[in-house]
């Protein structure tokens, strides 16, 4: 069962482009949303997060959007770089404002690959 | 910090041998973590220790798949017997804990190979 569904699984574009990777979920109690970078032969790492109070998070050339309503975020890549190039995978955590620890739900990822 | 530590990097055996994965968290984190990424399934939570415990293990997909954290800097992911289906590549990750959404910390992951 698939929680985390995402969108390209794969992504060409230009340098100094947009890119754009969509997720949705349908779990209501996900309540945080990191995004993951993983370069080949590298463990994914944390590269940006939002929580569902706001709409929208930047930092540097990458943005997330979220929809709470129709339940879906997106990260946006701007000015994408060739160094950009590598799989980038969303997340959802349950119980983000609990006393446990909340696990990771992982979307499928997505191959980003930036033309120079 | 060198990071998390896992060995060995590569891992190719043959069917019904058995396979032992290790993971070295990083110092002082209180939180481990192992998963598996494969094409098909993406990346998976097997299980996760807090404080050498085992605290979820619904993530482990059969019995022969075990692990075990006997201190705070080792970590052992069991394989017995192991199978094809098995190949992936298994990632342990480590956290100290300063509220549920706090950053996980990857290792670069052991590719296992199951002829």
């Known amino acids: 069962q698939q929680q985390v569904k995402q969108s390209p699984q794969s992504l060409i574009v230009q340098k100094g482009g947009i890119s754009i990777i969509n997720c949705a979920y349908e779990?209501?109690?996900?309540?945080?949303f990191p995004w993951y970078q993983q370069f080949p032969g590298k463990g994914p790492a944390l590269l940006i997060a939002?929580?569902?109070?706001?709409s929208e998070k930047k930092e540097g050339r990458f943005t997330i959007s979220f929809n709470k309503s129709a339940k879906q975020f997106s990260l946006h890549i701007m000015d994408s770089q060739p160094g950009d190039s590598a799989t980038y995978f969303c997340?959802?955590?349950?119980?983000?404002?609990?006393?446990?620890?909340?696990?990771?739900?992982f979307g499928q990822g997505t191959i980003l690959t930036v033309h120079p | 910090d060198a990071g998390v530590i896992q060995s060995p990097r590569h891992e190719v055996t043959e069917m019904g041998q058995e396979v032992t994965l290790r993971c070295k968290p990083i110092s002082g984190h209180d939180y481990l973590f192992w998963y598996r990424q494969t094409m098909m399934r993406g990346l998976e939570l097997l299980i996760y220790f807090n404080n050498n415990v085992p605290i979820d293990d619904s993530g482990m997909p059969e019995d022969r798949f075990s692990a075990k954290m006997p201190n705070a800097s080792f970590s052992t992911l069991k394989i017995q017997p192991s199978e094809p289906r098995d190949s992936a590549v298994y990632f342990c990750?480590?956290?100290?804990?300063?509220?549920?959404?706090?950053?996980?910390?990857f290792g670069p992951g052991t590719r296992l190979t199951v002829l």
């Open positions: 939002i929580r569902p109070d706001v």
């Open positions: 997340a959802a955590v349950q119980n983000a404002g609990g006393t446990s620890y909340g696990k990771l739900t």
């Open positions: 990750a480590s956290s100290f804990w300063t509220g549920p959404t706090d950053t996980q910390y």
């Open positions: 779990n209501t109690a996900f309540d945080y």
